[in-house]
């Protein structure tokens, strides 16, 4: 089971495939009672929630992500999620999941940041659906997630939440 990670340049939109597999629903980080992780550890592709900080780069084929409190360093944040209409329940195409999550991550950047994407130091990437998550029976895999982060991974420490930066 795989999902897939885009990354939105300022300048160019450039496409990065990642992928997750089984098992990709756990978490293994300390959270307080808002959710937010106080202590790191392995995040399951699945278990991604909006207001995470995440430690290293998302690339490549994965299954977890390192969840990290957001005042230590980062690479990326997760400031929205989407939910897919399921539609007739065949996978709409890796094309038209991202046309989707492009316009809803730039929809939601300016009232995340405070400033409109094109003014802005930071990048967005988003992870999609892949064919095969969303195919299957137990993950029903419908979820956009919309991460921000410095341009070329560089990390930083807090929320980009109303930097205007």
Known sequence: MMRRVFVLTLTATALVLA???????DDDTTRD????IVEGGDVGAFA?????CLGG???GEIQ??????????????VYYALTVPEGDGTFPGAEVL???ADQACLDAFEGFVGIAFGQS???????????ASWDDSTQKDREIL???GQAEGTLTTGTAKGTAK
Do not use: F, M, R, W
């Open 98 to 100: 991202q046309d989707q």
């Open 57 to 59: 780069g998302v690339t």
């Open 64 to 77: 977890s992500v390192d969840g990290v409190p957001c005042d230590q360093p980062h690479q990326n944040e």
């Open 121 to 131: 130091a930071y990048e967005i990437s988003t992870l999609t659906p892949t064919q």
């Open 48 to 52: 991604i929630k909006i207001g995470d």
């Open 146 to 148: 919309c991460l921000i």
């Open 19 to 25: 992928g997750c597999g089984n098992g990709s629903a």
């Open 33 to 36: 009672s808002a959710g937010a």
